[in-house]
């Protein structure tokens, strides 16, 4: 059981940062607010991931803290950047639905 998750870890790390490395390197990425959302959403997922990953494979150390520190910092911008362009979208569509609502009625 133990080494099934260790695998689903590592596979799950090595996976995520393809992710973003093709990304980065085939998409046009920064051209939009989604894309430039999708882009860093992704990454700071690879990076806890493949932080994840080493602590399973590299033993304990004052290194991990650092390391921690640094990748974490970005889950909570991530976040609160995604809840925004979830609200912003569903404003927008809402404003959308009233003024066709508007434009329909005599």
């Known amino acids: 059981m ?3 998750g260790t695998v689903l870890i590592l596979v ?13 390197l085939l998409a046009r990425w920064w051209k939009t607010d989604a894309g430039r959302h999708t882009f860093v959403f992704q990454a ?8 994840w990953a080493l602590r ?5 150390g004052a290194w991990f ?3 921690r520190l640094v990748a974490f910092m970005g ?14 979208t569903w404003q ?9 609502k508007e434009d329909a009625s005599p």
């Open 75 to 88: 889950v909570p911008v991530v976040l609160a950047w995604r809840l925004e362009v979830i609200i912003r």
């Open 12 to 24: 799950s790390a090595v996976l995520a940062t393809g992710c973003v490395a093709a990304q980065g």
């Open 92 to 100: 927008r569509g809402r404003r959308a639905r009233a003024e066709s």
């Open 2 to 4: 133990r080494l099934t």
């Open 65 to 67: 803290l650092i390391a």
């Open 44 to 51: 700071v997922f690879a990076l806890c991931l493949d932080l």
């Open 56 to 60: 399973v494979v590299v033993p304990d």
